[in-house]
């Protein structure tokens, strides 16, 4: 990757003086010309120093996927390091926003296709390690911006139970492949629900962990306060294996921090959970579009975990009405600055950055914008327009709210153990048509996360198990627990599932 930087033109320093309104004139722009150009030698010897560092280049075998009728793989492969561990034998799906070196990575979009990374994420590192094959790389929505399955740049992901509908996004191909049975577990991603939201849609488990308990290292990101990596499996003994395989530092992410101590996630799943106390999150039901049975399926879970000796109670936190409008300010302007203007990556953090993913997208959104999906453009338009305007004023009021935002959860959780509430409050949707308009284009991929956006900014682990089905269609119930708590929150998601004797699957299975 050749880097070399190139002189500035005056053309260059008169549109860099421009938009910083530097109100330098053409003379004085020349007597600076030879003193930007002394300085960007730097940038050269950084380029020639860090050549040293780059990854080799990884080749491995991959393929376009023969048979896909769910639309859910992006590519398929066969990739293993070892017939040992605690996965061995297992098959995963790796949502399609996470490296896997040799393997193409498209992120769902077209500004991101052609990209080849040469390192695994961590999280791929550590399930070779741990004995798992890897099979593929599962669709996600572009750029991972939609709670639906109808926005990635291959065309929708078809629901299992239904393909009429929805499979719910980002991590819409994982969601499905686990479901249909394709593959044993997958990998997904979640900043404003993506690993929940599919899992309720399509009647499976989706845990995602407490921020930065599983290291992002090497997925694209979004917005750094709000990315997590979690597992997506058919049962809640699979989440927690995984997790055992995936959780903990790896020294290069900053989102991270000191990981917990004590029992594997696993062998925390014997624990009874008798007397434990269940927090029924009132504003957690009632949405305005919550559809019929939705709250009556989960309160129905709830009358299980009671019946297995929980004290389930309704508990008021007034704030959650809050959460979502904090996460669009956090989401919208932060993905802004961070997704789109600094190309993924941003600066102002120290963890590992991946220069070529950076080139390659950047250069590619730079040269064509209107690939972006609607979703984003939405963005871009509020995110532009307030970041001018305002100059990020909103966004530093909502990050300095989420103090408070998080303490009204944990103020909760002082009194109970775990908090409980519909995953979503609709039922998968019908997938637009390629025709659909703008109106039922972004209605379809941004009406579903009342209840799921505000634990990304909070960073509390989360889990969406399936709660039953309603009209055919699965539902699923979100158990929140403390940070760092995971172990609980998986713990009462196993005592519900044996307590229903297995969750239900999909009729239309891999076959």
Not at 93 to 98: E, V
Not at 319 to 344: F, P, S, Y
Not at 377 to 390: E, F, I, Q, S
Not at 448 to 468: E, I, K, L, W, Y
Request: charged share 20%; with cysteine.
């Amino acid at each position: 990757m050749n880097m070399t930087v190139h002189p500035p033109e005056p053309a260059n320093l008169e549109q860099a003086s421009a938009a910083y309104d530097l109100g330098l004139s053409t003379r004085e722009l020349a007597e600076f010309a030879p003193h930007v150009e002394d300085m960007l030698a730097s940038w050269d010897v950084v380029a020639e120093l860090h050549r040293e560092i780059e990854p080799p280049t990884v080749t491995r075998a991959w393929a376009k996927p023969a048979h896909n009728p769910f639309g859910a793989w992006y590519v398929t492969c066969d990739i293993t390091s070892t017939g040992a561990g605690l996965l061995a034998g297992r098959t995963v799906a790796i949502k399609d926003n996470i490296a896997v070196a040799g393997v193409p990575m498209m992120n769902g979009s077209a500004l991101v296709e052609g990209y080849l990374p040469n390192q695994d994420a961590t999280v791929v590192t550590r399930l070779l390690a741990a004995g798992a094959t890897i099979t593929g790389k599962a669709v996600c929505e572009d750029l991972c911006f939609s709670g639906a399955s109808h926005t990635a740049a291959t065309g929708p992901v078809r629901n299992p139970w239904d393909h009429t509908r929805t499979t719910g996004g980002s991590s819409s191909g994982s969601a499905a492949l686990v479901a249909a049975g394709v593959v044993d577990l997958a990998i997904g991603g979640d900043q404003g629900g993506s690993v929940r939201l599919p899992a309720a849609f399509t009647g499976i488990v989706g845990h995602k962990p407490t921020h930065g308990l599983v290291p992002y290292t090497g997925a694209f990101p979004i917005e750094q306060t709000l990315d997590h990596l979690g597992p997506m499996t058919r049962t809640v003994a699979d989440a927690a294996l995984v997790l055992d395989v995936i959780a903990g530092p790896d020294g290069l992410d900053p989102r991270q921090r000191d990981g917990r101590d004590g029992p594997t996630f696993t062998d925390e799943l014997t624990r009874p959970t008798a007397g434990l106390r269940v927090g029924v999150l009132t504003e957690g039901f009632g949405h305005p579009e919550s559809a019929p049975g939705v709250d009556a399926a989960v309160r129905g879970a709830v009358d299980v975990l009671r019946a297995e000796g929980l004290l389930c109670e309704e508990v008021s936190i007034p704030w959650h009405h809050h959460g979502k409008r904090i996460w669009d300010v956090i989401a919208v302007e932060g993905g802004t600055a961070q997704m789109v203007d600094g190309n993924a990556y941003g600066r102002n953090w120290q963890g590992r950055y991946d220069p070529a993913l950076i080139e390659h997208y950047g250069s590619r959104r730079r040269a064509d914008g209107s690939s972006f999906p609607d979703t984003v453009k939405l963005v871009l338009l509020a995110g532009r327009h307030t970041l001018d305007r305002h100059h990020g004023v909103h966004y530093a009021m909502a990050r300095n709210l989420v103090p408070r935002l998080r303490a009204a959860y944990d103020e909760a959780l002082s009194r109970f153990d775990l908090l409980v509430m519909p995953t979503t409050p609709i039922l998968a949707s019908p997938i637009p048509g390629s025709d659909a308009p703008l109106e039922e284009y972004l209605a379809r991929a941004l009406e579903m996360m009342a209840n799921t956006a505000t634990f990304d900014v909070t960073g509390h682990p989360a889990c969406s198990v399936p709660a039953g089905l309603v009209d055919g269609l699965p539902v699923g119930m979100m158990i929140v627990g403390r940070h760092l708590d995971d172990a609980t929150v998986l713990r009462v998601a196993h005592t519900f599932e044996h307590a229903c004797g297995g969750f239900p699957t999909a009729p239309d299975g891999a076959s």
